[in-house]
């Protein structure tokens, strides 16, 4: 029965994705917890402000502000290429920030972890959407979105945490673990991931804050599973070393019965002898000087 459970829940959260990304696939098998395991907001976070409330009306006020900001062409842009759900997608617009091209078959580590974990801290905004029910914003006010062709499929999905947005947040803190000295960038795109669904008119601003902590509380719970813990490692491992270049560097050894080793440059292309000077490789080793005071590291 509870497994039963957790993939109706899996279904109905990600209901609007239509292919897996990876060779993980989009069941409960991906996840590091049960949506049982997960932090259960509707516990310890406070229900959507009720329309009467002095916290309504600040909603209605960044609703109103979120259209303006539709005026900005590149802000209602990334407003629109924010709305991606696919990890896939997500990890090329975080890319910029990582400073590094983020895929499966580059960085098959660290879109490991991002699949497993942004997917299975997004469980923890399931509970709480099928408490509350909440209205989205465009639907109270029946105007138009910057996404009209989700508006359908949404229009009885609970506002009320945004899923977009623990999931832009989960992988900022995520891709901070694994490259820190990028962090300010990153959790700079992860903040405006949230923005975006109140600019696009998806989302209250309650449900965008609520969010980053439903976020949060995930993130903190994937640290007790040994299983993320050996990914989000490996996924520093590959990112050092892809940051070192060392593996971009060759293995260069003598063929059998030659009289001499082959001779590569730098970049892997063999060298018809030794050159005057530079860095080489010459029989797996590394080469820094010339030809006649050649310093082997």
């Not at 002095?54 to 909603?59: M, P, S």
């Amino acid at each position: 029965m509870k497994k039963l459970f957790c993939l109706t829940a899996i279904i109905i959260a990600f209901s609007g994705i239509t292919k897996a990304q990876g060779d993980i696939p989009l069941d409960e098998e991906a996840m590091y917890f049960d949506i049982d395991d997960m932090p259960n907001a509707v516990v310890w976070l406070p229900a959507p402000p009720d329309t009467t409330s002095t916290q309504f009306v600040y909603d209605i006020t960044q609703y109103m502000w979120g259209k303006t900001q539709r005026q900005d062409s590149a802000r209602a842009r990334q407003a629109i290429d924010n709305a991606v759900e696919e990890i896939d997608e997500m990890a090329e617009q975080f890319s910029v920030p990582f400073g590094m091209e983020i895929s499966k078959e580059k960085t098959p580590a660290i879109f490991k972890v991002l699949y497993r974990g942004v997917l299975t801290t997004r469980l923890g905004a399931t509970k709480p959407k099928t408490k509350y029910m909440r209205k989205r914003p465009y639907s109270r006010f029946n105007e138009p979105t910057l996404l009209p062709e989700g508006e359908e499929r949404l229009r009885n999905n609970g506002s009320y945490p945004s899923g977009h947005t623990v999931r832009g947040w989960a992988m900022a803190l995520l891709l901070c673990e694994i490259n820190p000295d990028a962090q300010d960038d990153l959790l700079k795109l992860g903040y405006e991931w949230g923005q975006s669904r109140v600019i696009a008119g998806y989302h209250w601003q309650s449900d965008v804050d609520a969010s980053r902590l439903v976020a949060a509380a995930g993130y903190a719970r994937l640290h007790t599973n040994a299983e993320f813990l050996a990914d989000i490692a490996a996924a520093r491992q590959e990112y050092a070393q892809l940051k070192s270049g060392e593996a971009a560097v060759p293995s260069v050894t003598a063929p059998t019965g030659s009289q001499s080793a082959a001779i590569y440059n730098i970049q892997g292309q063999q060298l018809n002898g030794r050159p005057d000077s530079g860095i080489y490789i010459e029989d797996g080793k590394k080469i820094v000087g010339n030809a006649k005071t050649a310093e082997r590291k």
